[in-house]
Each structure stands twice: as structure tokens, then as C-alpha cells.
């Protein structure tokens, strides 16, 4: 589990098969390759409701970091468009 006093969300987290995951583009801040990001749905659902920032992660140059306002809204963008007709079924 993660712990929601934190600002981030450890991305070595192992999650359940069953669990609906959000899948998302990031781009590295080192190279601007891009490469997929992937959450449990519960997770990002509380992350925006809290409005606390995602920790984000590049495979390209294995860095991290807090998704910036612009990152965070883009992510709110398609949650919405994307997951929340689904779970509200």
C-alpha cells in the first residue's frame, strides 16, 4: 500500500492482475523520449481527488520526478475521458 501523508506515489509498487489500470504517456525530462506509465485506477482516482502530485517515472534515464501542474492536468484530462465512464457503470 502507499502511504497518503506522502506527496508521491512509489512507483515500485506490485499491484494486483485483476486491478483496472490507468495507462499514460510521460515524457523523460532528460531525453524527451516517451514511454508508458501505468496505475491501479483506485490510486490515480485518490491521487486527483487529493489533488497530490503523481511520481512519475522515465525508463529511458531510470529518473523520477513529481509531475508537474501541466502533467497532472493532463493526466485529470483523461481519467476523465477515459476511466470515469467506465467506473461509473
Do not use: K
Not at 37 to 42: D, G, H, S, Y
Amino acid at each position: 500500500m502507499f502511504d497518503l501523508q506522502d506527496d508521491r506515489l512509489p512507483v515500485e509498487q506490485h499491484y494486483r492482475m485483476s486491478e483496472v489500470m490507468v495507462r499514460f504517456p510521460v515524457r523523460c525530462p532528460v531525453c524527451s523520449s516517451e514511454s508508458l506509465m501505468q496505475f491501479p485506477v483506485r490510486i490515480v482516482s485518490i491521487i486527483l481527488v487529493e489533488l497530490r502530485c503523481l511520481q512519475l517515472f522515465a525508463t529511458c534515464h531510470r529518473q523520477y520526478w513529481g509531475a508537474s501542474d501541466n502533467e497532472m492536468q493532463q493526466i485529470r484530462e483523461y481519467f476523465e475521458l477515459v476511466y470515469l465512464p467506465i467506473l461509473a457503470i
